[in-house]
Each structure stands twice: as structure tokens, then as C-alpha cells.
């Protein structure tokens, strides 16, 4: 398809009236984006009567990389898909395999991995919160909500000494125990990220702009939610209480006492402070994972490097940042995947935007496509 | 930087405040310190980008602020893997860029495709197929220290070139179309 395609364009409607509508294009580079995403817009005046995406411009073919790497090798591949959250790519990867190939993994391990996810989260919601300030004109809270971004990435950093592509979630354990101190690093941590949390929530939920500026919105029903497959804070910003931590209890999940926090409306309001509220989950979670942890080992000894599971297939999901993460595998018997399959949950997502972008004002675009929370590197693998 | 530094004991010998200096001096000196930059975050190293330019690295102070708008921009910091569907579109977007321009890759991914060299049928080898870059930084992703000190490398050849017309680095405002198309990769 060509770039440039803003053209008018006669219409006729359903009345059988004729109307002149305006295509414009939007990306594949526009800051609001969110990254490389492109949608043709359809104007009437300034309502949109219809908004096409157009994905593809990140397509790196990691899932047909996969099928020449090893399962070790796999996992950095991983890290790139969704690299907002990395941690979960990682994760549902390496549960796919331990499924796959039947490999244990130890308790501390489990804890390990619950600690960084949540944290992840709270990274990865951090982004989705400023970024929607951003869109909508409140530049500060971009600013408020990525310091507290930049802490989790600091204490990942101290952990496994990256700062955006960790590799950590090994199949059959995680590659590093935490290092001294990095524990109560954690706890300061959430104790302050609390106090952030209220802070913003006065400062961006509260205010009588951004109501105005997203408080019916994009409104998504409960119903469309789940005939659209959405998942994560879309799907419960609409009222849809699913949460795989809850409803398809995996790891060390079903010892923690934490709550789903539902929307009512639907609208972009309601999916954004969904996900500030998931933050404070999360640091409940994180703190009864420190405190329930015990010592041990943080990996499965004598894997091999090479590990050839028996032929067969695995499937395992788990919640990410974005909703519903899984990853299907098949293997030949061989030491690498013979097929691997991502169900990414930005690209279910994404899909809604047509639908509730419809007789929205084109400014609105913006703020729908941010609150659906895209990662393109999920969405087009 | 020479006139900076010596601006003081400048003033002191010039009591009118009249300063002589070089036009190609004073004018890379302004350039140097101003480096707007066009944010080309396509992939991971985008996040990267973004916290350079926030609270803890704060990239204004160097003069370098974001711009999404080409037309606004001196350099295109690209960030990210760039695909052959992605390409013309990046190519484009420099083009727009007024004289005089420059390029940073960031990452591996525009030095030579990275982690995605191998393997794969939509990944660009590097973007120095299609665009002249100025200063590559490696890692994946690298460090916000790092883009820092790509675009302190960046200034200081910024501060070398010259206005004179014999003088002047020529860069070709449309450029060659790469000579491979989708799909010819390896
Ligand atoms: S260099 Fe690495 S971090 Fe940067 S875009 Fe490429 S894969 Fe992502």
C-alpha cells in the first residue's frame, strides 16, 4: 500500500446521502502511536467514520527464528517481543517448555519469577498510565509516572544487570538469585511506589481535564470485550472480571490474598485507572512473596544445555501487562521448537480499535489507541 | 567550545564586548549545542530513548530536545529494528529533514540487524544500507550513558564541519533506493 494516501473520497451512506470524507493517514511514525503502527482514517469533519490499522511495520519474524534456535536460545528472542514487559515473554515461553519437556522447577524460583512479573507490571502499567497522560495533554504525568518506572528498571538492573532485555526466566528456574539487599530494595520500593501511585491518582484521575478528556470514551461493553477476545485491563475496564492469576491459578498465585480491580464503564477512564489500581495489587503481591519466600535453589541442576523434549505439543498462558500471554510449542523430538506460536494479547487488543474508534472525534483516536496499550514488537512478532 | 571557553578573558581584552571570531566557528559552536533530534524509536531500544529524555538522564540539558516533527530536526536518533516494510518509510522521513542532518543508530539492530542477522527474511542489516550515519552505538539496548555519549561524539564532528562552500560536506537530499527488495535476505 502506498504512504501517502490522503485523498477525498465520495461516499455514499446509508441514507443515500452522498458525503465527502477525508482519508488521512496517521503513522507509521507519530509520537502517538505508540510505536510503529499505522492507522487510515476516514473522516467526516473531524468524526471518524472509520479507522483501519495497519500492522506490520515491526514484523522480525521470531517465530520462525525460533524454529532454528535451540530452547535456550530461544529465551533472548523472547525479550524482544514484548518489550515493555519482558519478563512475561519470558515467562510464558519458559512454561511452554517446562510443560513441553516436563522439567521442574523450585519453589524459590516460582517466588523469583512472581516478584519480577509484578514488578514488571507495575513498569509495564507505568508506561501505559503516562503515556495515556501524554496523549490526552498531561505531559506530567509522563514524567511523575516514568521515575517510577525507571526505579523497577533499576532494581532489574541490580538483579540480572540489564535494564530493558533481561533473559532471565530460564526453563527450569530463573539465571540469577537475588543479589544482598535487593530484597529490601524491593520493599522500599513498593512502600514509596504506594504513595506515588495516590499522588498520581489526585493528580491525573482526579483531574477535571482529563474527565473530560476521557470519561466516555471509546466505550467497550462487557459483551464485546469478550466476543473480541480482549483480555488484561481492556477486557476489566469494561466490567469483565478475568484474570488468569485468579481463574486459572499458575505458579504460586493461589497462596497470595490480592484482588481484581474492575471497571464499570468501559471507557478509556475506566481501563486506565484499572491498571493504576493493578499497580497496588501488585505491591501486595510482591510483599507477601518476599515475606513467604524461603531459601533454596533458584534453578533446576543438571538440565542440559541442549534439551530435546519427546514429540508433542504444550500450550501455557499466563497474565501479563496486556492480558492473556501464551505460547504454544511443538516439538519434533529434535533440540529445537518445530513450530512455536504466540498469542499475543496486544494484537487481540488492537483489533478493537475500529469498533470503538467509530464516532469518536479524530483528537479521541489518540487517547482510545493508547488506553488499548499496544507493544508492537507483540503485535507483529 | 573554543569560544565558550575563552569568552571571559575575550571580554576582559575587549571592553566593548566586541568578540572577532571565525563565522564557521560561531555557527558550529550554535549547531553543536542545539541538536534537535527526530525520535526514530521503532522497537526496544524506543524505551531507551524515551528515559534518556526524562527524569534521571535528561537529555535538554545537551540541547537535545525531541521533535516528532522532521521538519523541525537536525539529527534522527533511529532507534530499533527497522524492517524492509518500515524502510521507506524511515528513508522518507529523512528526506524531509531541512539541511543540514544527521543520523545516530542506536543499537544493534541499525548497525547490522542484531539479533535478528541471522534467520530472518524482514529485517534490514543495518540502516547504514539506506541512510548516512553519522555515529552507531552498540548494545542491545544501550545504555542512556551511552546514547549520551553518541551525541557528545555527534557534537564534536558537528563543531569540525564548515559553512564554507568548498568546504561543505555534501549529502545527497534524496537518496538511492537500496538495491534488494523484500524477501532477498542472506
Ligand atoms: S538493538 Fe536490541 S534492544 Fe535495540 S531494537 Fe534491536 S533487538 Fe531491540
Redo the contacts with the bound molecule.
Sequence with gaps: MPLDVESREAVETAEGEVVDELVVNVGPSHPSTHGVCRVIIHLDGEIVTRAEPVIGYLHRGIEKMAENRTYLQVVPLTD?LD?VGSMYSNWAYCRSVERLADIPVPERAEYLRVIVCELQRIASHMMAIGSNGADTGALTLFVYAFDQREHVVELFEELCGQR??YNYVRPGGVSHDMPEGWADDVRAFTAAHRSALAEMDKLFFGNVITRGRLKGIGVLSADDAVAWGASGPVARGSGVNWDLRKHDPYSVYPRFDFDIPTGTDGDCYDRARVRLYECYESCRIIEQALAQMQPGPHRTEGLPRLIAPPPGDAYDHIESARGALGVYLVSDGSTRPYRMKVRSPAFCNLALLPTLAEGHMLSDLVAILGSLDPVFGEVDR | MAIVDRIGETLDRTPGGVILTGVDSLVDWARGKSLWSMPMGT???AMELIAASFNKFDFDRHGTFPRPDPRHTDVMIVA??ITYKMMPAVKRLYEQMPDPKWVIGM???TLSG???YYDTYSVVRGIGEFLPVDVYIAG??PRPESLQDGILRLRELVEQESIAPGKRRDRALTLPAPDHGCGEAE
Design positions: 524482544r518489550y530493558l532485555t | 522497537a526496544c531500544c530499533g529494528t543499537g544493534n539492530c542484531g539479533i535478528f542491545c539496548p
